[in-house]
């Protein structure tokens, strides 16, 4: 039994240093403290609310996200805006529907039920509009790349100064983070590009965390649900566990093997 | 065995049983003698059984939403992730039960490869073993093609690609196994419909799996010959059925772990991107239960000798029978044996990781000392190591370890030290 114990442990450690040294390349990110991670995590509501403005204020204009409808805004576990909050913001935006009984498509403001808007019309129009290059999908980027939130926190805090001797093209930038340090997308956060609606100071710091912290609920909208259940579920088989170790002595103490 | 004897209480039970000895069987299997000494390592049987039904049913969910088009299939993914009640769970514990299923069954395969279970009487529960660990390594393939993303389209064309490496047929082959000219829409649905095919062929081989096992009865940690029933025996239910309860819940407590903390950690960042033919990948990595296989491949600087080897390294597993020529079971009493057993399990760990890392310098090495270790233990090690090998004296039965005072090992170790 001991050493059955003591088998499985080393084994899923091998498996978690496996799994590690396939997932994350050897970079330092920069660290915060998510409020999401860890047994009970949840995610921090202002922060939430704070990273939909900086979303939809600065990313928007070039990345889609188009996994997300605005009803999911007013969901649990999410930024939890009033359904009041939600209708308004839907409304913000234009889309076109149709065909109506006349065949003509047909522009009205946007619903509850309406995808997010996308700000091209399709990926060839947002390569042209972008010097060649896609702006990705944020609906799942935060699990599409190896270092996750930290990566994305460390990328849009990572632009600096081109070293001495290395080359940049037209267009092209210069971040510590990214993959072959060369990045198309210029530093999209600057101190006090928006203004909080909460009158947090829009660092760039706080703006990158809000941001990442809208992005990973984003991408994992039931991350609170997740945490909830799992929790209950583990106790609940802890305590199974315990209830038929001791049925199994009990049953087994009628034959002289040990178990 | 007893099962001959066994009549049902009931007229109407006589009845059906005389028609259809479902009621026999239910017998059989609760009465099943089974050794009483059995430890934990046998106790993965039945947690695989768990598994394969896990995928089922969660599968068979999933496949109720799942879209197999190659414009769809992503967004129908997450669809199910963000819309579907409880869509999250039930994807999760069907893509982690992939990596559960293959970490059971790796111990259920190193357990028997310890204990000498592949011998004989037992060489066709083996090699049904064998074919359903093949299976399960397509299905698996296979589903992970099924999100479509950039792991899935580009792992699909890698591994399909490696067909094309047989002379003559090969490209046919590939353009026939794609259903056109590159991995497309066509290759998705034949891989959604294989997909859900596979599962109900392991359901079958299990059941001959069991069917076999239950004619010589089980191995057993110190590997002897045992009369069923008798005082070596426990009947199936309820000893053996609470200890594999008991150990299924330990199972069940670390995969609930991975579903509910960590999802996404055994899965690879590319597949949440989607399928573009037009980018390639800069790695481009299979699950980790294929890597040791993986690392096989990438070994060998010819693409068909590469391919060879990487199915002679499963393949051979199913001569295994023939090649290991050691009349002892149990490696508890074959002390040379134990020793190349635990190198034989670094040398498959050791590939593995091997086969995360890029092919070049070091690592391919390293890939190549391994491989050529992994044939040297089946080909050359066990072969001889059966007639130089001297081994530790058996026990006559299981209950004299066990009077011997602590079971199997202590008794072993104190036969150990008299030889030394």
Request: net charge neutral; glycine share 8%.
């Amino acid at each position: 039994m001991k050493t059955f114990i003591k088998f499985c442990s080393i084994l899923g450690f091998i498996l978690c240093i496996f799994s590690h040294s396939i997932a994350a390349d050897k970079v330092d990110y920069l660290k915060t403290d998510w409020s999401f991670k860890g047994l009970f995590g949840k995610f921090d509501r202002g922060s939430l609310q704070r990273g939909y403005q900086v979303y939809t204020e600065v990313c928007a204009a070039c990345h889609s996200m188009k996994y997300l409808s605005y009803r999911n805004l007013s969901e649990k576990g999410g930024p939890e805006f009033s359904v009041e909050q939600a209708k308004a913001i839907a409304a913000s935006f234009e889309v076109v529907d149709g065909p109506n009984a006349d065949g003509e498509m047909f522009t009205r403001p946007a619903k509850l039920s309406d995808k997010f808007v996308m700000p091209y019309e399709n990926e060839k129009a947002a390569q042209a509009a972008n010097g060649g290059a896609y702006p990705p999908d944020m609906s799942v980027l935060v699990k599409a790349r190896g270092g996750g939130v930290d990566y994305i926190y460390s990328l849009l805090q990572g632009y600096e100064t081109a070293p001495a001797g290395m080359i940049l093209d037209e267009g092209v930038h210069y971040n510590k983070y990214m993959y072959g340090n060369k990045i198309k997308m210029s530093a999209p956060l600057s101190d006090g590009i928006i203004e909080y609606r909460d009158g947090t100071t829009a660092s760039v710091e706080q703006m990158s965390k809000d941001v990442t912290t809208f992005l990973m609920w984003a991408a994992e909208p039931h991350l609170e649900a997740r945490h909830r259940m799992g929790f209950k579920a583990i106790i609940y088989l802890i305590i199974l566990t315990t209830l038929v170790y001791f049925s199994m002595k009990k049953i087994w103490s009628r034959v002289e093997s040990e178990v | 065995m007893s099962e001959h004897e066994y009549k049902p209480k009931s007229k109407v039970g006589q009845w059906f049983n005389d028609r259809l000895p479902l009621l026999t069987l239910a017998n059989h299997l609760t009465d099943y003698p089974t050794p009483k000494n059995l430890n934990y390592w046998w106790t993965f049987g039945g947690i695989l059984t768990f598994c394969l039904i896990t995928q089922i049913v969660t599968g068979l969910t999933l496949a109720m939403h799942y879209i197999a088009h190659a414009d769809m299939a992503f967004e129908s993914v997450e669809h199910i992730m963000r819309d579907v009640n409880y869509g999250w769970l039930i994807r999760y514990i069907h893509a982690n039960g992939a990596s559960m299923f293959f970490l059971a069954v790796y111990i259920h395969i190193f357990r028997s490869l310890f204990y000498g279970s592949y011998k004989s009487p037992r060489e066709i529960i083996w090699i049904l073993g064998i074919i359903i660990y093949l299976l399960m390594m397509a299905a698996a393939f296979m589903g992970y093609v099924l999100p479509w993303g950039q792991m899935s389209f580009w792992g699909a064309t890698v591994i399909t690609n490696l067909f094309s490496a047989i002379p003559l047929v090969g490209e046919g082959i590939v353009t026939w196994l794609w259903g056109g000219y590159s991995v497309d829409n066509p290759t998705l649905t034949r891989f959604f419909t294989l997909h859900y095919l596979i599962p109900f062929l392991i359901l079958g081989l299990v059941v001959l799996h069991i069917w076999a096992l239950h004619v010589p009865g089980n191995n057993n940690p110190v590997g002897i010959d045992i009369k069923k029933p008798s005082k070596d025996t426990v009947p199936f239910h309820p000893y053996i059925v609470i200890k594999d309860g008991f150990a299924l819940l330990m199972f069940m407590i670390v995969f609930a772990f991975f579903v509910f903390y960590s999802p996404n950690i055994l899965g690879h960042a590319d597949n949440y991107i989607e399928a573009n033919p037009m980018v390639t990948p800069a790695h481009i990595v299979p699950e980790w239960y294929l890597l040791p296989f993986y690392a096989i491949l990438r070994s060998v600087p010819d693409k068909l000798l590469g391919v060879v080897a990487m199915l002679s390294a499963i393949l051979i597993l199913a001569v295994l029978p023939w090649l290991d020529t050691s009349k002892i079971r149990s490696a508890v009493f074959r002390p040379l044996y134990r020793q190349f057993y635990w190198i034989l399990v670094a040398d498959v760990l050791i590939l593995g990781y091997v086969g995360a890392m890029p092919a070049e310098g070091l690592y391919l090495l390293i890939a190549r000392v391994a491989t050529a270790y992994y044939f040297l233990h089946f080909l050359v090690i066990l072969p001889v190591l059966g007639f130089k090998e001297k081994t530790i004296p058996i026990p006559l039965s299981i209950t004299e370890p066990v009077l011997g005072g602590n079971p199997n090992l202590a008794m072993a170790k104190q036969k150990e030290s008299k030889i030394e």
